[in-house]
């Protein structure tokens, strides 16, 4: 059987940032890696699926809302998958790192956090959803994202 693309990624030399994961005709596939694989140190289930309701909403919303096909978490919880329809990689980071700025900044409620809206509405975490995505900021802003693995 053949494997996978994501599989065929060396885990143990990937670092936290921003990649392309893979391009299918105009979608591409970006791994936003906030954690170091396979190291301990893991995304919380109730702050990533809290930065998911956030992010997606944000992205949804923002200058890119046309072109945003999916963002969801990865089962490793090491980070999120984002869909973009004919992206444009600094445009695509401009964008991630506005909508990081609006979780950090998020008050109130989390989108979609009701049984009405959310199939597991309990399992959300305002503050360690925005202490990750402080993290996360930080490191995309440290470094130069050339979204190669």
């Keep these: 059987m053949e494997r996978i693309a994501s599989f065929t990624v060396d885990h143990t030399k990937l670092n936290e940032g921003i990649y392309v994961s893979r391009i299918d005709g105009d979608i591409t596939t970006y791994d936003l890696r906030f954690k170091k694989p396979n190291c301990g140190d893991y995304l919380s289930n109730s702050a990533m699926h809290t930065i998911e309701h956030l992010m997606a909403t944000y992205l949804r919303n923002g200058s890119l809302k046309d072109k945003i096909i999916y963002f969801g978490p990865m089962g490793c919880q090491t980070g999120f998958y984002l869909l973009i329809r004919n992206a444009i990689n600094d445009e695509t980071l401009l964008e991630v790192k506005n ?8 008050s109130g409620e989390v989108f979609g956090a009701s049984a009405v809206e959310c199939g597991n509405y309990r399992s959300l975490d305002l503050k360690p959803a925005i202490c990750e995505c ?15 693995y």
């Design 134 to 148: 402080e993290k996360y900021l930080e490191i995309l802003e440290s470094k130069e994202n050339d979204f190669m």
């Design 99 to 106: 909508a990081l700025q609006l979780c950090i900044s998020h």
